[in-house]
């Protein structure tokens, strides 16, 4: 009976140690800390800076006050120590823009922020005060540059300050310092941007340039070689600026050295291109059914309803072809095998897409 009850104790204990073990761990303690923000005079100001501490550094639990312009934040210490330290650097913007970065091997690295890439110290918190870019549109499209070109989607604008916040890891900063620092140019200010070399952090590695149109300027224009580019090339990482006519693409060595050729092909003087078919544009590496691009210009004013349908004939004629079209000079975009393009130039020539306009 002894020996039961001996067994029946050391089991009972082993149990309590399990039970104990499995227990959470206690969460970290929080405080709460309030925040004057500077300049804050209207409520959209602070409900933007409180979309920034949400978007940037995953601030969970804030409240606003309009009235007093602050913010209350509750979080762990050191979360507390990265509002504080972004908080004073858009309360005293610089006196000239300039890019202000804090690594995060500077200060205590929050327990709420995630890894990124090798761990949460490959991470940094970086402000951009823009010298250019002033209105809401020119920074909403550099914004969804940085997230469609860049991948990053921790980053917010703080319009009060002509600034953008964004977190990320080393790799992808360099990019985006790369991107803002050629696309917050003065509009009309000579500009030709060198190709960059990217290997994120996780995914094959690729190349990206900022392409400045000098004849193609309309935002018409512009939109039209942006679909080409996705819709001919294949290129989805890409993104325009209405400002400065530019496009920023991103891609393997063969994308980037195709979109080169379709944008100068298709930034021309309109009143100097005579011809009727642009040379062919073998794409390295693509599959032989769908390795040439063609342009095909017509010397008609066709207009968007007319260019539409010669569009909608290629595509039903040949399904595997890819094609986009261009307004000024009238041109068609397409792209598929030698014998397919062959046989959409027969398919224009049988049509008026090819005569002149009759005086």
Not at 139 to 149: G, I, K, N, S
Not at 216 to 229: D, G, Y
Not at 274 to 286: F, H, K, L, N
Not at 292 to 307: E, H, L, Q
Request: a neutral charge; proline letters at 9%.
């Amino acid at each position: 009976m002894k020996l039961k009850a001996l067994l029946l104790a050391l089991a009972a204990c082993s149990i309590g140690a399990s039970v104990a073990t499995a227990q959470p761990a206690a969460p970290a303690p929080t405080t709460s800390k309030t925040f004057t923000v500077a300049g804050a005079t209207a409520p959209q100001v602070i409900q933007e800076y409180a979309t920034v501490l949400r978007t940037v550094l995953d601030v969970r639990d804030l409240t606003t006050d309009p009235a007093t312009s602050t913010v209350t934040v509750t979080g762990s210490a050191d979360l507390l120590i990265m509002v504080d330290w972004l908080t004073r650097e858009l309360n005293s913007p610089p006196a000239a823009p300039k890019f202000r970065n804090v690594p995060m091997e500077q200060i205590p690295v929050p327990a709420s922020l995630p890894a990124m890439g090798p761990g949460p110290r490959d991470e940094a918190v970086r402000v951009f005060f823009l010298a250019h870019t002033k209105t809401p549109q020119a920074m909403q499209e550099l914004l969804t540059t940085l997230r469609t070109v860049a991948d990053v989607q921790k980053v917010f604008n703080y319009t009060l300050q002509t600034a953008l916040v964004v977190r990320a890891p080393t790799a992808q900063m360099a990019l985006v310092a790369y991107l803002i620092g050629e696309l917050d140019a003065a509009p009309g200010s000579p500009h030709t941007a060198p190709e960059f070399p990217f290997a994120p952090p996780v995914g094959p590695a690729s190349v990206v340039r900022v392409f400045f149109l000098s004849h193609a300027t309309s935002p018409a224009a512009v939109q039209q070689i942006l679909t080409a580019l996705r819709t001919v090339v294949g290129i989805m990482k890409v993104f325009n600026n209405t400002a400065l006519a530019s496009l920023t693409v991103r891609g393997t060595s063969a994308d980037l050295a195709a979109s080169d050729w379709l944008i100068r092909t298709l930034d021309s003087d309109p009143g100097s291109n005579a011809q009727t078919v642009s040379p062919e544009y073998r794409i390295s590496g693509a599959a032989p059914n769908d390795d040439t691009i063609r342009v095909f210009y017509s010397p008609r004013s066709i207009g968007p309803a007319g260019i539409q349908q010669y569009v909608s004939l290629l595509r039903t004629q040949q399904t595997a072809l890819k094609v986009s079209s261009f307004a000024s000079p009238t041109a068609l975009i397409v792209r598929g095998s030698a014998s397919q393009l062959t046989q959409a130039e027969q398919s224009l020539g049988a049509g008026d897409w090819a005569k002149a306009t009759t005086p």
